[in-house]
């Protein structure tokens, strides 16, 4: 079912820790439309353990440790990145504005793994407290396999009506179109589930937002294979062969034959395609086909 204006807005919390931090004012790398959708959703279903995927300088991190501060309820947040610096400033380590705000509010339970992808760190994030993550936020890089098979990674460690929030949900509908930055959005719409969507006004003319949420139900287990089935898609961000390896290594033995029956496929479809399209530069030739249609109608001398 779609929930459309359900989640209660709420600004204030990234405007209360930006001013505590003043370093988060350009920090941020949401829009305020989306910061204060998240904060609606954490205070709605007041997750008790919360993962976030996806970091870059923390802007998120921190407006969510405000909003958790503010709620009062007990929590904890543990953020994993691929990366260990931001790529703009490296003398700056990825959440850096995540570790700021978690100082000048004094939340104790609050913990980076950087330089690490969620599968390899998945389980052991899951073994040190009791009970399952109630509350996961992607934000990665938005093209296939990308957000989904982080999401399938994760799964088996949500809790049972655990809410799962997606960004850019509507990246490849960017001017001029990214048709390949379709990640969020085919797990957005494959998976089944509760979903919630607010009307951004600030996205003029079909006020479509950019990001959403799914609850998970016992439906999204029943029809985990509509995910995987998305992952036959083409992967115009392969992984490297250890990347592959701590995928294969969860999914294996958290999944049912027949997903890993389909997952098998893609994975070998795709290594054998994307030959093709990832020779030498990346996404070369995905861009030249992006260019020309982004030409075709219009968009583009
Ligand atoms: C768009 S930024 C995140 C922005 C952040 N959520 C915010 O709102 O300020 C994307 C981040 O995802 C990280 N990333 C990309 N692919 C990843 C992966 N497979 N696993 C974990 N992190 C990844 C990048 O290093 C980058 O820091």
Redesign the pocket.
């Known amino acids: 079912m779609y929930h459309v204006d359900q989640i209660s807005l709420d600004y204030r919390p990234r405007e209360r820790v930006a001013r505590i931090v003043p370093e988060l004012q350009t920090g941020?790398?949401?829009y305020e439309f989306d910061s204060a959708f998240v904060c609606g959703l954490l205070q709605k279903f007041k997750p008790r353990r919360i993962l976030e995927?996806?970091?870059?300088?923390g802007?998120?991190t921190a407006v969510m440790l405000q909003c958790m501060k503010d709620l009062g309820t007990p929590f904890s947040l543990r953020s994993?990145?691929?990366?260990t610096k931001t790529p703009k400033n490296p003398s700056r380590e990825?959440g850096y504005l995540g570790v700021m705000a978690a100082e000048a509010l004094d939340v104790r339970d609050f913990q980076r793994r950087l330089g690490v992808?969620?599968p390899q760190v998945i389980e052991s994030l899951a073994a040190e407290e009791e009970g399952k993550f109630g509350f996961l936020i992607l934000?990665?890089?938005h093209s296939l396999p990308g957000e989904t098979l982080?999401f399938l990674v994760a799964f088996p460690f949500l809790s049972p009506n655990a809410v799962v929030c997606l960004?850019d949900i509507r990246q490849n509908q960017k001017t001029p179109p990214s048709p390949y930055k379709i990640g969020s959005n085919a797990l957005f719409n494959s998976v089944v589930a509760e979903k919630y969507v607010n009307t951004d006004a600030t996205r003029i003319p079909d006020y479509y937002p950019n990001t959403g949420a799914f609850q998970i139900t016992k439906d999204t287990s029943k029809y985990i294979n509509n995910v995987f089935g998305i992952l036959t898609e083409n992967w115009l961000r392969p992984l490297n062969e250890s990347s592959l390896a701590a995928y294969n290594d969860v999914l294996r033995r958290r999944y049912a034959e027949e997903s890993l029956w389909i997952y098998e496929k893609a994975v070998i479809m795709n290594y054998n395609s994307t030959r093709f399209v990832v020779p030498k530069k990346r996404f070369s030739n995905a861009r030249k086909l992006i260019g020309r249609f982004a030409r075709k109608i219009g968009l583009r001398k």
Do not use: Y
Not at 53 to 57: D, E, H, M, R, S
Not at 80 to 83: A, E, G, P, T
């Open positions: 941020v790398l949401m995927v996806g970091v870059a300088n802007g998120t994993v990145d691929i990366l990825i992808i969620l934000d990665t890089n982080d960004h």
